[in-house]
């Protein structure tokens, strides 16, 4: 019997969707305890350094095959972290992360995805999104930036631009790290309690605690209706910052695995270069 | 006694340059052998990492300071495996690589340093670039891209330019990684004998061979014209991998040590955030 896949557990099934459901302290996939899992996480190291290597190999070789990384969350749910020891597992020349903050008025007034298209991954490699154009469903519903029949048209928006992303070989995962309220207390508190980790406080953070069920409602819409077959959503249970990072990496591999990439063959004789080679 | 930086023992010394007589297979400052390279890079992991993320602490707080690290070599020196073992030890969320290939006609329309301005690291930011403008003085001089006048030109407008970085907080780090013309045929060899590596060999790379000498002559005059204070050159032997990753990060922990990089103070009342908190 075949163990499941990590993208068959962490995908998000069809229809309405309910967070407080979804236990953010779970381990799907993973029986250990924390030591076991970060030292799965380092094994997995040259697996997924041997595929993103053969997707960089691809690209340079004219394929068109290329990996989106949408990462969403809420504050503290780990979306930097993330990006440090799952992403950064990786050769950092294949990849490119991109951090979207709020829209400069002209990127507002050029439509909100102009910006997420300049920042797509070229062919071969691998382009993460922290945040990502859902915050233009998510904050912008919550923080009433656009009027609602803005927000809604938005959907089906992403939903047409995701699918042409996968249509032309992009592979698309979409990751929500679902962490708890009590979970995002006790990290800010590590914030207050660390001078080195003051810089990553904001005064704000608290303001938005209230706004916390908004968020989470907002997320379920944005999950349910957007979760289609091109590029359908995960969530990533991410109170264990062990487990959020293993789950990740694992869920990148299995995207790149069925990608079947083979080692670009020679376009030159390989014996008459090496003879070249030898006399020069 | 205390012992000799790396940045003074790889320093080009002022004055003309002549490459053959530096030991590419020298490792200076490093008595050992590979494993224990290869061991004290991984030492250095954490050493580095949190120097970078000091930067970028101070980069969101408000600072000004970035480094950029340009590195330059001929073909198969060692560029990629430098990203990949010595850069890629810090967060990828604060390094930014960007490779220079030819450039475009609009680029060259533009002046040869308009594209390198687009790529400067952000405040806080490492910015890194695998080739340079220096292909502008290297590959531009030997290949006869543009008339020799334009190339004489361009040295001084790189110091000009490198002196204008490092006044306004930039750290630049310069770094020649400097093989022998046997360690490339090699490295060239090994990739013809690696169907996994036959996507890294171009035939042009034994044309270029027939250029070595060339490409020396013209890496010696730009190191010797652009070894300037604000900006000043090192060439790392780099026959041995592990020691120029080893070097390389060496290098960049030496410049970024002495900006005494203090974490942000908080601009916030941490007592009453912390009750907020509590609260909330």
């Known amino acids: 019997m075949s163990q499941p896949t990590w993208s068959s557990l962490l995908r998000l099934p069809p229809g309405p969707v309910d967070l407080a459901s979804l236990d953010t302290r779970a381990t799907p996939g993973f029986d250990g305890k924390k030591a076991d899992g970060q030292a799965a996480l380092q094994e997995l190291?040259?697996?997924?350094?041997?595929?993103?290597?053969?997707?960089?190999?691809a690209g340079r070789a004219g394929g068109d095959q290329r990996l989106l990384l949408v990462v969403q969350g809420m504050d503290t749910s780990g979306k930097g972290g993330t990006m440090r020891h799952a992403v950064g597992l990786m050769d950092p020349q294949g990849v490119s992360i991109r951090a979207f903050k709020a829209p400069t008025p002209t990127e507002r007034r050029r439509g909100f995805l102009w910006r997420i298209r300049q920042a797509l991954p070229e062919p071969g490699q691998i382009g993460v999104f922290d945040r990502s154009h859902y915050e233009d469903v998510l904050a912008a519903r919550v923080r009433k930036l656009v009027r609602p029949a803005v927000v809604e048209s938005r959907y089906e928006?992403?939903?047409?631009?995701?699918?042409?992303?996968?249509?032309?070989?992009?592979?698309?995962?979409?990751?929500?790290?679902?962490?708890?309220?009590?979970?995002?207390?006790?990290?800010?508190?590590?914030?207050?309690?660390?001078?080195?980790?003051?810089?990553?406080?904001?005064?704000?953070?608290?303001?938005?605690?209230?706004?916390?069920?908004?968020?989470?409602?907002?997320?379920?819409?944005?999950?349910?209706?957007?979760?289609?077959?091109?590029?359908?959503?995960?969530?990533?249970p991410a109170d264990r910052k062990w487990y959020r990072n293993l789950a990740v990496t694992q869920l990148l591999i299995e995207h790149l695995a069925p990608l079947k990439l083979d080692w670009p063959p020679a376009d030159f004789d390989v014996e008459a270069e090496k003879a070249r080679l030898a006399a020069s």
């Open 157 to 236: 928006a992403i939903n047409d631009f995701e699918r042409e992303l996968a249509g032309s070989g992009c592979v698309v995962v979409k990751v929500m790290l679902h962490i708890s309220a009590d979970e995002q207390r006790a990290r800010l508190a590590e914030r207050l309690d660390d001078p080195a980790k003051y810089w990553k406080y904001n005064p704000s953070d608290i303001d938005d605690r209230k706004l916390w069920p908004d968020f989470q409602r907002a997320y379920e819409i944005a999950l349910e209706r957007c979760n289609t077959d091109a590029a359908p959503w995960h969530v990533v």
């Open 45 to 57: 190291g040259p697996v997924i350094s041997d595929l993103q290597e053969r997707l960089f190999a």
